[in-house]
């Protein structure tokens, strides 16, 4: 069952590859041009003595600009699986409509997610799933936070197993075949921040996959109960 759902998943990403790109991409691009102006977010050290350096305001703008991101793509699977998909301007209207709701969605996401992994890495994981469809309420229902979060927890938990199995397949395989493009385009381009950008867009796109595989479980759940 698992294998079969992750291969309708993986079906429904290429199939709908180009639109989710339209709306990818201009986010990725956005993002690196944050941290051409305002350093780089996070950069790890080189040398194992070394320290993490950041960048608190490239960390502040993409952290507000992620919701808006994950909204539009939400509209346009929405869109897409109604055989109708959205330009980018049509998918971010419903994220900025509620982006209020849909940041301060995310930001209670993150909060569960962090005292999960204070308890231990499963819990962490648990957590996201039961509240993954949170920000598909908002955008596609418009829910307040606190009424996406208490419906989230109730439409996954018949199917909270199968939903957390395919988020760690998917991230899984996210991070293998990110980490093989990374690599290959790092050593065929020399310039940094050429390389950068070449490795956001697909890597944008590819994220997508953990977008497809909750809303696809979003699907199996039904229509969401009015209370």
Do not use: D
């Not at 993150?110 to 598909?136: I, K, T």
């Amino acid at each position: 069952m698992i294998g079969q759902r992750f291969r309708e998943i993986l079906y429904f990403w290429w199939r709908h590859l180009g639109p989710l790109f339209l709306v990818c991409a201009p986010f990725a691009l956005a993002t690196e041009m944050l941290q051409w102006v305002f350093g780089t977010a996070i950069a790890l050290p080189e040398t194992p003595e070394g320290s993490i350096g950041f960048s608190a305001a490239s960390l502040v703008l993409i952290m507000l600009l992620r919701p808006l991101a994950e909204g539009a793509v939400i509209a346009q699977l929405a869109s897409s699986r109604g055989g109708k998909p959205g330009g980018l301007l049509a998918c971010m209207a419903p994220a900025l409509l509620m982006y209020p709701a849909l940041l301060a969605t995310y930001a209670i996401i993150a909060m569960g997610v962090a005292l999960g992994w204070l308890a231990f890495f499963f819990p962490a994981l648990w957590v996201y799933a039961r509240l993954s469809f949170a920000p598909y309420l908002v955008v596609l229902h418009r829910h307040n936070p606190l009424r996406a979060i208490r419906q989230s927890f109730t439409m996954t938990e018949a199917q909270q197993w199968p939903l957390l199995l395919v988020i760690v397949l998917v991230f899984l395989a996210y991070l293998l075949s990110s980490s093989m493009i990374a690599s290959v385009i790092s050593s065929a381009v020399p310039h940094t921040a050429a390389a950068s950008l070449l490795i956001a867009l697909p890597i944008s796109v590819m994220a997508a996959v953990n977008n497809v595989a909750i809303f696809r479980f979003w699907e199996l759940a039904g229509s969401p109960a009015e209370s």
